[in-house]
């Protein structure tokens, strides 16, 4: 980290085949030791088979479901006077859409079905139903930052 300049963003180019920005973020946290060739081949198809049946495009059917899955407001541990204080905090743009690219990856992973493709898929699907873990996970955190609102105030 420098001492006088500020260190700026990294432009990633968009995505061969729709042309997204945020699918290409979407591919290089998909992707495993590398890889890129085989992060793309899983994300496509993944989309492909979400978004089968439904009237919209791939990239509209991933955008629908991060958006559905992405955390307003998250809660942060802050000391104060010797005791911790779940304090809620809004989340960036930038932030959320990462966690919610990050949940869909870890639970797709952790689901029971066979392949990685079909995985993905049916967390990305389920995101845009608005059900499975990922949602969940969200539900959660605004459920934990609702409850404690009443320390909103020692937020800084």
Not at 5 to 24: A, F, N, T, W
Not at 114 to 142: Q, W
Request: hydrophobic share 35%.
């Amino acid at each position: 980290m420098p001492r006088k300049k500020c260190v700026g963003k990294r432009e990633i180019s968009p995505d061969p085949k729709y042309g997204d920005m945020l699918l290409q973020k979407f591919i290089n946290k998909v992707m495993l030791n590398g890889k890129k060739s085989i992060a793309e081949k899983v994300v496509y198809d993944a989309l492909e088979i979400a978004s089968k049946g439904k009237s919209d495009s791939p990239v509209d059917v991933f955008k629908t479901a991060l958006d559905n899955v992405r955390p307003r407001v998250m809660v942060k541990s802050t000391r104060i006077g010797g005791a911790t204080y779940q304090v809620p905090t809004e989340v960036t743009l930038d932030n959320s859409q990462a966690i919610g690219m990050k949940w869909i990856i870890t639970f797709g992973r952790k689901r029971s079905e066979k392949g990685s493709v079909f995985k993905l898929a049916g967390e990305i699907d389920d995101a845009f139903n608005k059900r499975g873990n990922a949602f969940k996970r969200k539900e959660d955190t605004y459920k934990m930052a609702e409850a404690n609102k009443a320390f909103a105030h020692f937020k800084w």
